[in-house]
């Protein structure tokens, strides 16, 4: 893609932040900025549960609730996607780590490859403004791009800027009273990872309060000094 800036050794980045803070967003705008794949083990359990395989039919019910998965789980599927040859050259965690058994496996998967971290990113945001991202969202059913009722509309209305597509869907985990058990779940398992990062050097905060595209530039800039 033009514009794209592509890391001279592999860069492997973490982005961290609740439910709705714009980790999906940021990633894909990352991957298109700097040739990296993103990895979301949210999209990677809907994947699992939409084909009703053991793990997607054990990580179900969780997933409806707001609880997290098992870390089991979890690790076995990023485990099988990031030994696939696209993610050689990098990858973009989104929503993983979300448990400290999660980082030092993720720390374990990465040395077995001669990799590291190279920058953990905090999507920083009030958790009053998370329930009006979420209930608002939607997604391309072609190609994945996400999309909010007032915040990111496509410029055609109805029409996938990226694909043309026409299909868009909710998430079911995406009710007023499900993210109030996400967000929970955020503050008590994932939050302290923040200060595990920033104990390894590796952590940079960003208000995601901002607009989108003045958000991308602050995660941009971060990317780009630990590329240096
Ligand atoms: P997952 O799919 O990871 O969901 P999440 O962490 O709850 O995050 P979201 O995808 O809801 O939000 P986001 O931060 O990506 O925001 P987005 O960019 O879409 O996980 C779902 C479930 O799977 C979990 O609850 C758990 O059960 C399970 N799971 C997943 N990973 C797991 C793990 N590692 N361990 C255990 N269980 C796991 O943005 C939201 C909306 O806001 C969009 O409409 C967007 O357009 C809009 N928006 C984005 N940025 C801005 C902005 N700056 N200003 C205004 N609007 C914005």
Redesign the pocket.
Known sequence: MDGTRFPDRPADLVLL?P????????ARILQDRFGLVQL????L?REAVAAGTPAGLAARE??AS????SDEI?VAILSDRLATSDTAAGAIF??????AV?ARALDALLAERGRGIVAAISLEVDDAAMVA??T??STCAGCGE???DD??RPASPGVCDRCGGTAFTRRA?DAAETVAA?LS?YHAQTAPLIDHYAGQGLLSRID?M???DE?AAAMAAVVETALA
């Open positions: 932040g439910p709705g803070a714009g980790k999906g967003t940021q979301s083990t949210g999209d359990l969780v997933m707001g609880g997290l998965v979890v989104d929503g993983f780590p979300r448990t999660q991202r979420i608002g969202r996400g999309y909010h915040f990111k985990d996400r779940a995601a901002a607009p989108i958000v």
